[in-house]
């Protein structure tokens, strides 16, 4: 079987979006009934932040990286725009001279992906697309009023000339079932995001990571918190509980820091309970995660919320605070509600300072959750729809 995989955003570009990807290369390339696996995405340059990931080369992989119109980049801030100009020669070339048995398109981001549709519908080849975060059906993201009704027609499209559409959790797939309801139930799958058991048998042998915590913590268990929180995702009544619990926890932030966060760090008097590391690589966060004793998740409100700390905390079988307003249903609630290892509370000062003075009573993790979130699962997942 030859697949064609379609993703902006791949290795080395240093944030979440490429895992997912990545990680179905790598184990899609390893089944064999593969015979060749052609990964088309755009030019490094295109990406702002950098680390040292490298897409998974196997004997059958070919990658190609294209580039983008910086012109179109001054006027569209749609990557899928600014990519299409290439990407299409690209694909129109592998479509005439190879005959692929199915596309596979992942996003964000995606306008280019009706006009990949409409080039493989030309070509008689199926295409699978893989929405890593809704488009139209976002709750997080804002749009105009024409901008709504042009994406509405677009999405319209791709739903009708998929031959599946995934998301990443049950919550997202029945938002866009309710949407679609004229639309065969059957088009609407899930694959979930999780976590590759590879990196973390890496990490085991690596003795100090990036950051020597036990210097600046002392004697306090911490409290790690991985990825942005971006302004859906408000830790200030985390902070504001945290305060009357400074002599038993330190808050780790990993990743880069953002003004708000720290502008309420000083206003609160946590300077010397907090540490945020800055950008790292993913094998240096692991590493550095491996060391804490809690791992925070913070929802952005919505159920459908496929917030991916959550499978780094589970593959290192760390205790989890799960703060949600959403805590009797949705992605969060249905994952972790009955793991042993997670306090849900809810997203106000009172239950989050409960939920601290209580976090030591948490007992072992649900094992279940490590074998239902295993990467090589997930990609065998994809390539029975491949087929």
């Known amino acids: 079987m030859k697949v064609l995989m379609i993703a902006y955003y791949t290795p080395p570009f240093a ?43 196997a004997k059958n992989v070919y990658v190609y990286k294209t580039a983008y119109s910086k012109l179109l980049g001054n006027i569209f801030n749609e990557e899928g725009l600014i990519w299409a100009p290439y990407l299409v020669p690209k694909l129109i070339k592998e479509l005439k001279n190879e005959d692929y048995d199915s596309i596979y398109i992942n996003g964000n981001p995606f306008f280019h992906i009706p006009i990949c549709i409409v080039i493989c519908k030309i070509f008689k ?108 995702r408000n830790p200030k009544n985390f902070l ?60 952005g409100g919505h159920p459908y919320e496929p917030t991916t700390k959550v499978f780094d905390y589970i593959a290192l079988n760390l205790k989890k605070i799960v703060i949600t307003d959403n805590n009797d249903h949705g992605f969060l609630y249905d994952t972790l509600n009955n793991d042993g290892a997670s306090f849900i509370c809810k997203n106000n000062i009172p239950d989050i300072h409960n939920a601290l003075s209580n976090i030591h009573n948490l007992k072992q993790q649900n094992q279940s959750l490590y074998s239902r979130f295993n990467r090589q699962k997930q990609a065998e997942s994809l390539l029975s729809f491949l087929k």
């Open 240 to 299: 504001n509980a945290l305060r009357a619990h400074t002599d038993k926890y330190f808050f780790l932030h990993i990743g880069g820091e953002e003004r708000h966060i720290t502008d309420q760090i000083k206003e609160l008097h946590l300077e010397d309970s907090y540490f945020c590391t800055g950008y790292l690589a993913y094998s240096e966060a692991i590493s550095i995660m491996k060391k804490s004793h809690f791992g925070l998740i913070i929802s």
């Open 125 to 232: 080849v199926k295409v699978i697309v893989d929405y890593r975060d809704p488009w139209l059906l976002s709750p997080y993201r804002s749009m105009s009023t024409l901008k709504r009704v042009i994406i509405s027609f677009l999405e319209n499209f791709v739903v009708k000339n998929c031959r599946y559409l995934i998301n990443v959790t049950k919550q997202a797939t029945d938002i866009h079932v309710n949407h679609y309801s004229k639309v065969d139930r059957d088009k609407f799958i899930t694959i979930e995001n999780g976590f590759d058991i590879d990196d973390f048998h890496q990490v085991a042998t690596n003795k100090t990571g990036a950051l020597d915590i036990v210097n600046i913590v002392g004697n306090r268990q911490i409290i790690v918190y991985s990825g942005k929180f971006s302004d859906f």
């Open 15 to 57: 944030g979440v979006g490429q895992f997912r990807i990545n990680k179905f290369i790598k184990y899609i390339s390893n089944s064999e009934e593969i015979s060749k696996l052609t990964v088309i995405s755009v030019s490094n340059e295109a990406y702002t932040d950098i680390c040292n990931n490298e897409i998974h080369i």
